[in-house]
T-cell receptor, first 112, second 114 residues
Framework: RKEVEQDPGPFNVPEGATVAFNCTYS??????FFWYRQDCRKEPKLLMS???SGNEDGRFTAQLNRASQYISLLIRDSKLSDSATYLC?????????????FGRGTQLTVWP | NAGVMQNPRHLVRRRGQEARLRCSPM?????VYWYRQLPEEGLKFMVY????????ESGMPKERFSAEFPKEGPSILRIQQVVRGDSAAYFC????????????FGDGTRLSIL
């Protein structure tokens, strides 16, 4: 079983739509959770950390569900510039503290 | 530029040659990580280093790959006797610690093997 699994999509939504991505992780001891965005042939850029109580940054909301071992990202009022691949990342903790396990990414295309 | 700096951006090597990829962490960061991204695949952890120490190299291939982060200068990922399968994007990231500290990535080095 993979450490982190994501629905690869693609998600194709019109401008202004709300879209949600989920990501599941296999290690219940995982400690830190992040969402990154990666544009084509570019580096991953940190979008937001995910906290236990959930957190919001503008149009982006991240949630963590430890009981079901998944994290989610909600994007409201989608913009054309949101088109990218969204990667969830998890730090397993314990002896592997430091490394990030990434999902393969969910591709989002926002059309006008 | 206080971000993570990687060079070169693009590197072309022939089979059997050596590839050296360099990474300078973000200012104030002492933790460096290397990841590899194969075409159409996700990012895979390779190695985690601090100054003069390899903390976790469990993601490194057993042969031909090595990494260092000397007291002075950038971190180096070295691939000896490259093969076609080494063609990938290699990303370096840095962080200020491991406890909930996010990792910030450099632009990557795109390695092509002829």
């Amino acid at each position: 079983r993979k450490e982190v699994e994501q629905d690869p999509g693609p998600f194709n939504v019109p401008e202004g739509a709300t879209v949600a991505f989920n990501c599941t992780y296999s290690n219940s001891a995982s400690q830190s959770f992040f969402w990154y965005r990666q544009d084509c042939r570019k580096e991953p850029k940190l979008l937001m950390s995910v906290y236990s109580s959930g957190n919001e940054d503008g149009r982006f909301t991240a949630q963590l569900n430890r009981a079901s071992q998944y994290i989610s990202l909600l994007i409201r009022d989608s913009k054309l510039s949101d088109s990218a691949t969204y990667l969830c990342a998890v730090t397993p903790g314990g002896s592997t503290l430091g490394r990030l396990y990434f999902g393969r990414g969910t591709q989002l295309t926002v059309w006008p | 530029n206080a971000g993570v700096m990687q060079n070169p951006r693009h590197l072309v090597r022939r089979r059997g040659q050596e590839a050296r990829l360099r990474c300078s962490p973000m200012k104030g960061h002492s933790h460096v990580y290397w990841y590899r991204q194969l075409p159409e695949e996700g990012l895979k952890f390779m190695v985690y280093l601090q100054k003069e120490n390899i903390i976790d190299e469990s993601g490194m291939p057993k042969e031909r790959f090595s990494a260092e982060f000397p007291k002075e200068g950038p971190s180096i990922l070295r691939i000896q006797q490259v093969v076609r399968g080494d063609s990938a994007a290699y990303f370096c990231a840095s962080s200020g610690g491991t406890n909930n500290q996010p990792q910030h990535f450099g632009d990557g080095t795109r390695l092509s093997i002829l």
